[in-house]
């Protein structure tokens, strides 16, 4: 028995095209949509990654500025940044990229974003917000795992969800999607004990601890769907998913990595920017 | 066997006693503790709660207004009441009492609280920022249960905690202080399969569904502690837990109802006034 493949392209391409149909619209009407980065840091993937959100804008016709800080950025340069793009009219999707300078809080930086800018659910308005059941952007990565189960037509409601690890990005607030989703939902993180005896309860298994395949064959029970968030970056520079390849073997249902939540996830984000664009008001005075 | 009673009198009597020397304290200093009460309802239920608080605010020298809008009061005018007192200095604590008149969505009602003044953490940035792990004011029902559970020195790293019930004053933010303390935590509610299988698995089980009697013998592992977050008005006026009776038979510890979660949430929004009045700094010009 090998396991159906949760693949993520043909979904991330489905999103994509009605991404772009809805910025050529905007377009036509004279509204721009343009996207800012903000970033702090000299990591190497961190760069690798905003390189790939740039291209990815592109390709949909979503305009990408980067502001780059430099890793020395302290809070207040960060703060302001993010007050000063809140402020602009002229953007209408703000990212801030971790990770950022030692000693500055990435949720409290993320404080100054905007809500109806921040596409990528990092202010704790906007976590608050999607734990209270309110309109708002939820972490892309969150969104995209419920975005690939339901593109699948994986049954939540009533059913045993278990999300291994506990981030603001992916854990805490899918808890909240699984729970407006009905689905029972159980947290398990490094701290927990007998893992797999936790995980094996699970119908539908999340694993986003970035440990690299820290979920075998022994922590799935047989037939579960399975999505795989992780995405460490091998020593051959491949990338590898938190899930252990033998449990195809047992799944009914499995993500693979890359190709499966990371296209979605870059798919999400542009698919927020093209709703934070169309729900700005036109400003005063000038056409529609 | 019979469960050991997980009692809430010696640890309210206790966070009292504190609240009390620090709002004298507080006075000495020319500074006074006052909590206002909005409300906008003709429930009976709630009326008597705000009498419950008023007295209780009474006990230990908080001064606490109700401001009363009426069962026909709208969102604009709870909105513009809870905006004046997040301005007023002479005010350091709000409460947004509940039920609201039908149609107006509570979260957003209490977006308007200031957050250094949201002692019940009903602000859906309170609760982003509980779920982010800064700083805030936790609703006093979900932080009076954490602090039942540490009085009696109940393990929660690395257990297996089962909240039932989602509701953003018990369920959810629960959750999250939950996993603050390193349990494995489940959130289980009316849609989920099976619940006795669910709750059997609990080393500590927090019953916080608003059913009588929902949680029995039969739900309960031998030796687990059961908290009852359930406070429900029976046909004789007296007030009945989540939890019935025969889990006393079963449960290792187990919290009554009245006399358990009830005066510690109580004590905990008097403490979280008093936090907010400490935290507020003198105004300008004025003595300390």
């Known amino acids: 028995m ?3 493949t949760l693949s993520g392209t043909e979904l991330a391409a489905r999103l ?3 991404v772009t149909s809805r910025v050529a619209a905007l377009c036509e009407a004279g509204r721009h949509t343009r996207v800012a980065i903000v970033t702090a840091t000299a990591d190497p993937s961190s760069a690798w990654y905003v390189q790939s959100i740039v291209k990815a804008c592109s390709r949909v016709d979503i305009d990408c500025d980067v502001a780059d800080l430099g890793p020395d950025a302290t809070a207040a340069q960060i703060g302001s940044a993010l007050r000063r793009l809140s402020a602009d009219r002229g953007v209408q999707g703000i990212i801030l990229q971790t990770p950022l300078p030692a000693g500055i809080d990435v949720t409290q930086a993320a404080s100054d974003i905007d809500v109806s800018k921040d596409i990528d659910g990092a202010n704790p308005l ?5 734990m209270a059941g309110l309109p708002t952007f ?9 975005r690939l189960l339901d593109h699948y037509r994986v049954a939540l409601t009533g059913q045993q969800a278990v999300i291994v690890g506990r981030s603001l990005v992916v854990g805490k607030p899918l808890a909240q999607l699984l729970l407006q989703r009905d689905a029972t939902v ?9 893992l797999p005896s936790v995980t094996s309860r699970a119908d539908v298994l999340i694993a986003a601890a970035g440990r690299t395949g820290l979920i075998g064959a022994g922590h799935v029970r047989p037939g579960a769907s399975v999505v795989d968030v992780g995405t460490s970056v091998t020593k051959d520079g491949s990338l590898a998913g938190d899930v ?7 799944a009914g249902a499995l993500s693979p990595v890359p190709g499966g939540v990371g296209p979605v996830t870059t798919a999400v984000l542009l698919r927020h920017a093209v709703d934070a664009a169309e729900s700005m008001a036109p400003r005063k005075g000038t056409l529609p």
């Open 186 to 194: 159980t947290v398990a993180h490094s701290r927990t004990a007998d």
């Open 244 to 250: 252990a390849p033998d449990v195809a073997e047992v």
């Open 138 to 146: 939820a972490p892309a990565t969150a969104e995209a795992v419920m």
């Open 16 to 18: 994509r095209a009605d």
């Open 126 to 130: 906007s976590l608050g917000r999607l």
């Open 2 to 4: 090998s396991a159906l």
